[in-house]
């Protein structure tokens, strides 16, 4: 099972389309506070559908907090539009977390100096993705390389 990691994430839609992404791949959905919603909001349900129930999700107080809850040996793959590294050029495998960062701003330096980083390619003019699309095109390229058997 891969494990999405929202840090700080903003806004209640795309945290729930993530949600559902989650349960519909098996992915462990971690959020890590402080968050730009309410974690009751109607926002976040309504985005998340009826998938809620089959969804495994951890709630981290604190960046602090998910640190000292990641398992030793852990592999993590920071998403980031600063780097060059494409997402595609490593080997993902079951139990690897892919953290993503807040909206308006990405993955902080004190975030990328504990974990290798990667890039989705934008070759047109945007400077980012949509955070629930890039959840997607990340974890589907991981699920891709392990065949669709990380369940």
């Not at 999700?57 to 060059?84: C, I, M, N």
């Not at 955070?131 to 065949?147: D, F, I, K, M, S």
Request: aromatic share 12%; charged share 15%; with cysteine.
């Amino acid at each position: 099972m891969f494990k999405v990691v929202l840090y700080q994430p903003e806004i209640p839609q795309n945290a729930g389309n993530i949600a559902r992404t989650c349960a519909a791949t098996g992915a462990q959905l971690h959020l890590v506070r402080p968050l730009g919603f309410r974690w009751a909001s109607s926002e976040l349900k309504r985005a998340g559908l009826d998938y809620w129930s089959a969804l495994d999700y951890v709630l981290h107080d604190s960046w602090r907090a998910f640190l000292e809850a990641l398992p030793q040996g852990s592999r993590v793959w920071a998403y980031s539009s600063k780097v060059t590294q494409l997402y595609t050029e490593v080997e993902y495998r079951p139990g690897d977390y892919l953290i993503f960062g807040p909206e308006s701003r990405g993955l902080p330096p004190e975030v990328l100096a504990h974990f290798p980083a990667v890039t989705i390619p934008m070759p047109g003019s945007g400077r980012s993705l949509n955070l629930a699309v890039a959840v997607g095109v990340g974890l589907y390229e991981a699920l891709r390389q392990v065949n669709f058997q990380a369940r």
